[in-house]
């Protein structure tokens, strides 16, 4: 079996044929690159667990507890990226939207607020309006090379004695920044200075061209204690339609209060097809070589969308993602910027996201999912062109 790498697109008009709502939600003519998918299939390694696992008939309720997933997820947390002390008690199986639903439910009353800092994945938004909590946006600030920064003095501004929980996401979904430890430190420091509840999103947490990546309740054993922490393989392993996740904190009393939210409604269990997939790909050999080959492939084709934007769009602010394989691109300057996904997909046949759905700071933006083969980028690139020109 080839790598990903090696694959030109199998004839990428076919994909409509499939399920996948990346590639039905618009017209035929239209190179889909919004909804966080990849294009690519997945390590073979995955696919043979799965099967194997209906094979094995093995698709009764699992067992629960210290199960060989929850003690490999948490192996894997602690020895790849530092997040230390956690045993399945300080965990639960789910995937990372319900998570943001039930903690904003968990750790709010009505009319209590909660922080971001926007633009930000608009499922943060619904589960903050859902929870009738009030949000409060810190927008984000362009620092130097046009990457994004956290505006401190802005989020002490913006923060009232109502609000309750931060709102994190890293590395961040739309802009692709991954947050270094002094930004993290700054982070956990306001957020026990203000008692408030950390809630980070860190989905995208082994998908990092520039790193490290640090999770945020590794920063002290304090933080640990007030945080809560979502991921899973969804987005590394492109598995997102087996909807398996993971919630931790060493804040037990914390995972108790969203259990008392999920309790009854989100199964304590996950799926065992997924279980299966999740554990082939974080123990095998072929699942990381899957995986350090598609790094490659993302960081080449965000290297080239970075070339191409330099040498055909040079009116678009724009910083390369330091991790995902999202781009986020600033196109304010261009006389159709009030609606820019509808235009691009009218006039260049390209659907992108609209970045009126990460909150108002996103407007004027529309992100890119550059997670396709080569020469889809090349003419998805080619049918843009026309209109970044300037
Ligand atoms: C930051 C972030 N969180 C959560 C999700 C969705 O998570 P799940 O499919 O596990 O619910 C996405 C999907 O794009 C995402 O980018």
Redesign the pocket.
């Known amino acids: 079996m080839t790598t990903p790498t090696t694959h030109h697109a199998p004839d990428w008009r076919r994909a409509y044929d499939l399920h996948s709502v990346k590639w039905n939600h618009h017209d035929r003519d239209v190179i889909p690159m919004w909804?966080?998918d990849m294009d690519l299939p997945v390590a073979p390694v995955i696919a043979e667990a799965i099967a194997r696992r209906v094979t094995d008939h093995r698709l009764s309720y699992p067992v629960r507890g210290r199960t060989p997933l929850a003690e490999a997820v948490l192996a894997r947390l602690a020895s790849r990226h530092g997040l230390a002390g956690l045993d399945h008690e300080h965990a639960l199986f789910m995937?990372?939207?319900?998570g943001?639903h039930a903690t904003a439910r968990a750790l709010t009353t009505p009319g209590e607020a909660i922080v971001v800092q926007t633009p930000l994945?608009g499922?943060f938004l619904d589960a903050i309006t859902t929870a009738r909590a009030t949000r409060q946006d810190n927008p984000l600030v362009r620092g130097a090379d046009h990457q994004y920064e956290i505006d401190f003095d802005h989020l002490e501004a913006t923060i009232t004695p109502a609000t309750r929980v931060l709102m994190f996401?890293n590395p961040h979904?739309p802009s692709g920044r991954v947050w270094r430890r002094a930004e993290l430190e700054k982070v956990a420091e306001f957020v026990l200075r203000h008692r408030l509840w950390l809630v980070s999103?860190e989905?995208?947490n082994e998908l990092v061209h520039d790193g490290p990546y640090v999770p945020i309740a590794s920063i002290s054993p304090e933080i640990a204690q007030r945080t809560i922490t979502l991921t899973?393989p969804?987005?590394t392993f492109n598995t997102?339609g087996l909807?398996i996740?993971i919630m931790v904190s060493h804040n037990r009393h914390l995972l108790d209060r969203v259990r008392a939210v999920t309790h009854g409604l989100v199964q304590e269990h996950p799926n065992v097809a997924a279980e299966a997939a999740w554990l082939a790909a974080i123990t095998t050999p072929e699942a990381d070589t899957w995986h350090r080959d598609v790094l490659a492939l993302l960081r080449a084709n965000r290297d080239r969308l970075t070339a191409w934007i330099s040498d055909h769009a040079p009116q678009t602010r724009y910083a390369p993602s330091q991790g995902t394989y999202l781009a986020w691109l600033d196109v304010r300057s261009y006389p159709w910027s009030e609606h820019p996904a509808d235009y691009l997909k009218e006039r260049a046949k390209v659907g992108l996201s609209d970045g009126s759905s990460f909150a108002p700071a996103g407007l004027g933006h529309v992100r890119l999912n550059f997670a396709t083969y080569p020469d889809v980028l090349e003419e998805a690139l080619a049918r843009l062109a026309p209109h970044f020109k300037g």
């Open positions: 909804v966080a995937s990372c939207v319900p943001l994945y499922p996401c979904n999103d989905l995208h899973g969804a987005k997102a909807s996740g």
